[in-house]
């Protein structure tokens, strides 16, 4: 049974920055397409960045520039580094991930029912 925990959210200042993890068990991570979503209130969840089985990356237009996704096949965790951090990147952040082969591109406006596994979730918040 595939796990996901997300960890690494917090308060912080704008302009200000944090590291988000996502601990994957029961699996191998490098056969995954994985991704990081976010949903903040009253709004839909949308897509922040993806990594696809190849390492190719894709990432949100209002994110580029600002946040990073990688991935260690190693530990098996997936981070998403984000900088210069904006009061509108408040939201709930979950990761996800796939065994299927989606792209990058694909996976980041993938529906939720498109990935087979999801975590917690974690909350960010950023004050002005």
């Known amino acids: 049974q595939v796990q996901l925990v997300e960890s690494g959210g917090g308060s912080v200042q704008a302009g200000g920055s944090l590291r988000l993890s996502c601990a994957a068990s029961g699996y191998t991570g490098r056969s995954y397409v994985m991704g990081w979503f976010r949903q903040a209130p009253g709004k839909e969840r949308e897509g922040v960045a993806a990594?696809?089985?190849?390492?190719?990356?894709s990432y949100a237009d209002s994110v580029k520039g600002r946040f990073t996704i990688s991935r260690d096949n190693a530990k098996n965790t997936l981070y998403l580094q984000m900088n210069s951090l904006k009061p509108e990147d408040t939201a709930m952040y979950s990761c996800?991930?796939?065994?299927?082969?989606?792209?990058?591109?694909?996976?980041?406006?993938?529906?939720?029912?498109?990935?087979?596994?999801w975590g917690q979730g974690t909350q960010v918040t950023v004050s002005s």
């Open positions: 996800a991930a796939d065994l299927g082969g989606m792209t990058a591109i694909q996976a980041l406006g993938a529906l939720e029912g498109d990935f087979g596994y």
């Open positions: 990594i696809d089985r190849r390492g190719s990356t």
